[in-house]
């Protein structure tokens, strides 16, 4: 049997992964761009869907559909970004017959309308944010009303998803109005709606969201807590679990009111039930994302569930294979996301080709990557390179682990924000766990990378002379003749040498 | 072998020696002595005084991209003697795209008075949008791009000139 990966990347990479544990054959689709792309690689079977802009491929619901019916596909996985919260395409699928693997078209187009879930939450009595929580009209004018009765600073949000994108901070009434034109313009672009939002600023939160799960037996389960308080341009990019700021008692509320969250918008599948959580430990419903989040390999470390391979079975009309009292977090787990975008300059995206990969190696490290040596990430899709995850028994182990695998890592190629990860994952308020989710403003604002000592930069310049050294046809010859034997630089050695 | 390399703008001249496994570089009156233990193109591990330490590095259409223990560089062939990186010749500026992505919105039309920090254009890649700002109080020249236009990093989206020039 096959399944259609309508995404691409790292993510695709990883459904492929799960399919073929599974037993599954994967069937992956490619723009463009994306031809040789490594989740291309890594399928069975890869279809092309058009241009490299993924409105005109990744993002055309007909096309895909197409493909899975015409490669003999039985289901569809949308990964995350994309189609994956869009109700429409979940229902074309569906109506084709096909198994859409995440919630109901129902559920998702309620939970994707933060406005009505806002309501619908309101009613089922989990606490929320001071904000607009009724109503259709969402014109300019109703927002400034809004905005005046809950008080600035205010957060404008898109009505139609997540992930930062149309969302604006307004501190005074003056930039109330610019602030909604960007946020509309942005959230048409991400989201294909303009409709936004108002609720009140929390100033110093933590972000802190609760994996669940349903299944279509009327199981619902919590698999705990995710803490993503490190965010620059409200995008995540460090994540753990368990949050440093939770204890038993919090825990278990949160986790009752996720599992409430989804149980009133008759969840199925794996989602995440985000909260902010204040200062005084007061939280507050946010949002639920309804598909699997880049952020799911923690809490696959801390409980020891493969998310995919359950989200595959459970669409196909599988129970839960886990209770909530099966469920248990084991150790600590960090997540970094190495991007392409340079830190030094607010964070821009970069784009361009990865000449060399190195992957970091080691006791409790997962790389989920979703580009090789020779690959490229280009301007056309999010520039994610991997996600790096580090599992330990304690969290000081688990950043220590992250924090020299970071170092392991060299891509070549790119400007990356690995050394901005080494900068968070080495601030003592990191360590302490002391988190929100101005971190990055409070405490790293306008970083730059250390002033490279004297001894570092000469090595790199060393580097830098071996690398072009390389290729004056002269010097090749007659270095590489008196460079050492491999075998010779490993000192004393023995086969199998030694007792069993 | 001589390097002159620049950095993010900053210039460096260096001398590089290869005798066998012996290195040597030389740059600002400092020098470091280092014995290649093994060269795996791109992986390099060196011996610095006793410390071992493996390093990336690989040249690609004249730049150098380097890595070792989480620090990169990416360094460009530089002229010698001359300062890199630079916009302006007699005060003529151009803004420049801060990345590859589309234009989606020019704020400004030729002739306008512009100044320091004002938004003069936005360029969205990525799902993002980047405000482009103007690096000083100045007067429009000329504007080379529209919405919806493709731009490519460090393309010149506007020509600025210091507000004095316009006069007359």
Redesign the interface.
Known sequence: MSILIANRGEIAVRVIRACHELGLKAVAVYSDADRTAMHVREADAAYPIGPAAATESYLRPEVLIDVALKSNCKAVHPGYGFLAENAEFARQVIEAGLVYIGSSPESIRLLGDKVKSRALMARAGVPLTPGITSGEDLTDERLAVESERIGFPVLVKAAGGGGG?GMRIVHHPDDLISAIA?AR??AL??FGSGAVYIEKFITRPRHVEFQVFGDQHGHRVHLFERECSIQR?HQKIIEESPSPALDDDLRHRMGAAAVQVITAANYTNAGTVEFLLDEDRSFYFLEVNTRIQVEHPVTEMVTGIDLVAEQIRVAFGAELSFGQNDLHQHGHAVEARIYAEDA???F????G?V??L?EPRGPGIRFDGGVESGDEVT?H???IVAKLIAHAPTRKTAVNRLSFA??E?????L??N??FL?AVLEHPAFRSGDLTTNFIAEHLAGWK?PV?S???????????????????PS?VTA??S???D?WA?LGRWEIASGAR | MKLHLSHFGDLFEATFKRDGERLTINSNDKSLEARLVLARDPQFILDVGGRLLTGYALKRNGRTFVSFEGRTWQFDEATPGTRSTGAAGTGDLSVVSPMPGTVIKVHVSIGDRVVRGQSLAIVEAMKMENEVRSPGDALVRNILVAPGRQVGFGETLLELVPPEEAVG
Do not use: Q
């Open positions: 994108k960007g313009r942005e672009a991400a341009r030094r300059h607010n821009l995206p970069s784009a080709p000449h060399y190195k301007v899709y999010d520039p970071l170092k890592t060299a891509i070549l190629g400007t990356t690995i050394d080494l990378p490279s004297g001894d570092e930069r000469n090595i790199a310049l060393l580097l830098a002379g071996l690398a072009a050294s390389k290729h004056l010097e270095s590489d008196t460079l050492p491999p630089v």
